[in-house]
């Protein structure tokens, strides 16, 4: 399509991407952000956690989430970072995420356990945090499903603090999840693709990241179907 070997493609998106994180970690700084919510998606690097050998880096390869955040009010992504689902890994981006605000404020998460003292020890007791608990339907996964389960009820739950109960919810971090996913396919819900490395998911993310947060200047609420096209062919995907 372009000419050029696929492997130098690649290698400029991850030059970019290293510029979009630099330029991202220090805008989103000296934020006064009232709402945020907060979730993952998840992706794997390297290969599938099922198909890891004893000899195989965990920290680095296997299943891999990135943690997200989003100003509910601005649609601002103020922080992100790409872990284990585990307690260290969201404690790490809990305090990325209080270094960067100046107030109080009131964050929104799903039902990972680990949130709960993640945010207890970034935040102490100045945060009104809460949970918004899904249940799902149990239904038999048969082979060939690619649908996710539905969902039969949610309760939200406050977990410290004062949290407005009418915004504990996920819902805005779900939206967000698509064009994050169609940006990078690593992160779709059924990945097109996977990154070799860590790292590497991570600068792609940081390019998806700094257009979300353009977007967001004019109050956008997605990424244009235009921009999504136009990332992955110039990411060679």
């Not at 410290?160 to 940006?183: V, Y």
Request: charge should be positive; aromatic fraction near 8%; glycine fraction near 8%.
């Amino acid at each position: 399509m372009t000419n050029t070997h696929r492997d130098t493609v690649m290698r400029l998106a991850v030059e970019v991407g290293q510029g979009c994180e630099r330029l991202m970690d220090e805008k989103m700084r000296g934020l006064t952000s009232k709402r945020i919510r907060v979730d993952e998606i998840w992706s794997y690097v390297g290969k599938h956690q099922r198909l890891l050998k004893p000899t195989d880096d965990r920290s680095q390869i296997g299943d891999m989430w990135t943690f997200v955040t989003l100003d509910a009010d601005t649609k601002l992504v103020p922080c992100y970072y790409i872990g284990k689902r585990r307690k260290a890994d969201a404690t790490v981006f809990m305090n990325d995420l209080a270094e960067r605000l100046t107030n109080r404020v009131q964050i929104s998460a799903d039902a990972l356990k680990s949130y709960i003292d993640a945010v207890e020890v970034a935040f102490g007791t100045e945060v009104d945090f809460g949970q918004s608990v899904k249940f799902y339907e149990a239904e038999p996964i048969g082979p060939g499903r690619y649908s996710p389960p539905k969902v039969v009820r949610a309760e939200r739950h406050v977990v410290a603090g004062k949290p407005d109960q009418k915004h504990i919810s996920t819902s805005l971090m779900e939206r967000q999840n698509s064009p994050c996913g169609w940006g990078c396919a690593a992160s779709c819900a059924l990945p097109m693709l996977s990154a070799r490395r860590r790292k590497t998911t991570g600068r792609l993310l940081g390019c998806i990241s700094r257009i979300i947060i353009s977007c967001a200047s004019t109050r956008a609420y997605g990424l244009p179907l235009l921009w999504q096209r136009a990332f992955l062919i110039g990411c060679g995907l």
